[in-house]
């Protein structure tokens, strides 16, 4: 903006300056006019200082005109650098407005943020509080199902009922049976039982144990040293005598269930007790005296 007001003021100047000189010319045309009788030289020296004052002139208009067209052209490039001045303000006020804008968005997100972080907090409390929850409602399923299961097996366990215990004699070579009490008689102990229905107990074979007991405390047993073994729910073995299997329906009694019991040796006096067992429970039993 200096230069401009620079350029501005010799260019006034210059005006000034050309317009003194045809104001020193045009008196000096005047003056030659009204003094014809001046001698020549005079005139001559006139007409030289006046051709000087010519060129001057031109020359002086030749540097408006250069000076005018240099300010029209620095005129034009000013306007330029304002409509780019402008348009670099109107984007700087747009980049201000963007940046006020951005900056509450960016203040609204980060209140977003630490509301959501809160509440990522509180549902992983909510989620660890669940999981406990979950573990404990599922060790309480263990042990319900655990109940279950063994309220299922308790209430599977078949019951013996309508127990009889025959000490037997064979005789015509077995075929014709008699009962008696007396101890050197007996050739068999039978066993005569029901099986009385149960509703939960699945259809299927179901393995009854007969453990019988002579007069001296010992298991009647084919082979004591190999007898077979079965298990009680409390985990503990227990030796039987008799394994017998039979056919139940679920919600059906099994009668007049039979189990005799043979031995080479004979009967020794004195009393038999028999115990029945199904799933390690024991279901039943009774005694026989013999003489």
């Not at 992983?124 to 263990?142: E, F, P, T, V």
């Not at 393995?207 to 077979?228: C, E, F, H, R, T």
Request: net charge positive; aromatic share 6%.
């Amino acid at each position: 903006m200096n230069n401009q007001s620079s350029r501005y003021a010799y260019l006034m100047v210059c005006c000034l300056f050309v317009s003194t000189l045809f104001s020193c010319k045009t008196k000096d045309s005047n003056a030659a006019q009204n003094n014809t009788n001046t001698p020549s030289v005079s005139v001559a020296a006139t007409n030289t200082v006046s051709d000087s004052l010519q060129a001057q002139y031109d020359r002086a208009r030749a540097k408006i005109d250069d000076l005018m067209t240099e300010r029209s052209r620095m005129d034009s490039q000013l306007s330029i650098k304002n409509a780019e001045l402008a348009k670099l303000k109107g984007k700087l006020k747009h980049e201000q407005k963007t940046s006020h804008q951005y900056a509450a968005k960016l203040k609204n997100e980060k209140k977003l943020v630490e509301k959501l972080t809160g509440e990522t907090r509180d549902y992983a409390d909510r989620i660890g509080r669940l999981q406990s929850q979950n573990d404990m409602l599922a060790a309480q399923k263990d042990s319900l199902l655990h109940q279950y299961l063994a309220l299922k097996e308790l209430g599977s366990v078949l019951h013996a009922s309508n127990i009889r215990l025959t000490a037997l004699h064979l005789k015509h070579h077995g075929t014709k049976e008699k009962k008696t009490v007396k101890a050197r008689k007996a050739n068999i102990l039978r066993v005569n039982f029901d099986i009385d229905e149960n509703r939960i107990a699945e259809n299927g074979t179901k393995k009854i144990y007969l453990v019988i007991i002579g007069p001296d405390g010992q298991l009647l047993s084919d082979n004591v040293m190999v007898a077979g073994m079965m298990s009680t729910p409390e985990g503990n073995s227990v030796k039987y005598s008799v394994l017998k299997e039979i056919a139940l329906k679920k919600g059906e009694p099994v009668k007049d269930v039979t189990v005799d019991w043979k031995q080479e040796n004979n009967y020794k006096k004195g009393m038999y007790n028999i115990a029945i067992y199904n799933g390690g429970y024991k279901i039943g039993g009774g005694s026989v005296d013999l003489i």
